[in-house]
């Protein structure tokens, strides 16, 4: 299996803190599962972590991936998207890079909270190609031929143009704010946004509603 998720909920500062991620690996399972266990330890010791959450976050991604490309020089093509969310009190820190996605469920309606960094993107592919590196159709759009995703830890050889840099968006939890969805491409490839919060809104037992998306993604 290559795909990992984490959950942990953590005290910092006297406060409640939620951590959660969906990690998607291709090439092998080293790369998610290395993220899985690092990326939010990584985090939670930031020293901005509550004064600049974001920055945290982004300089989290990049310290993890860094460190397993230095500690596992053998992993050369093996590598993970993330998709994770941050609750910090009433705003919700949510972070990706490659095309695991998040989406929330707000007054039930769906509203994506991240971007699938995909190679044919045009802004994706002038940043690859302005690399020195090329995107073409390989039964997709894949970076130098070979991979379907533009942004992920790990992929040691393809660095220069797949990046590990994360987009952050943030949301303030108020009432409206009904629930939240990661899941890798695995659910995305087959169900819209839309489906998802349609097939698990009216479930109260978040395992429920996570097995019935299973499910439907199998």
Not at 12 to 25: K, M, R
Not at 37 to 45: E, P, Q, V
Not at 85 to 101: C, E, H, I, P
Not at 105 to 133: F, L
Request: proline content about 2%; hydrophobic content about 40%.
């Amino acid at each position: 299996m290559e795909d990992f998720y984490e959950t942990r909920i953590e005290s910092v500062d006297g406060q409640l803190i939620g951590l959660f991620g969906v990690f998607d690996g291709h090439g092998g399972a080293k790369v998610a599962e290395y993220v899985k266990h690092n990326l939010f330890s990584h985090l939670l010791r930031h020293p901005k972590f509550m004064s600049d959450t974001k920055v945290a976050i982004d300089d989290s991604y990049k310290s993890t991936d860094s460190e397993f490309l230095e500690s596992d020089s053998t992993q050369n093509q093996c590598g993970s998207t993330a998709s994770t969310a941050v609750l910090v009190g009433n705003r919700l820190f949510v972070a990706n890079v490659g095309d695991s996605r998040a989406i929330i469920c707000r007054a039930g309606n769906a509203v994506p909270v991240s971007k699938d960094h995909k190679p044919d993107q045009t802004d994706e592919r002038q940043r690859i190609e302005e690399a020195g590196g090329f995107v073409m159709w390989a039964g997709t759009w894949r970076v130098g031929g070979v991979l379907a995703v533009s942004r992920a830890f790990g992929d040691k050889l393809l660095k220069q143009y797949v990046v590990v840099d994360p987009e952050i968006r943030e949301e303030i939890v108020d009432e409206s704010l009904e629930f939240l969805i990661l899941a890798s491409d695995g659910l995305w490839d087959v169900v819209s946004n839309e489906e998802a919060v349609d097939m698990t809104r009216s479930i109260q037992d978040p395992e429920e509603a996570a097995k019935r998306l299973l499910q439907e993604a199998y």
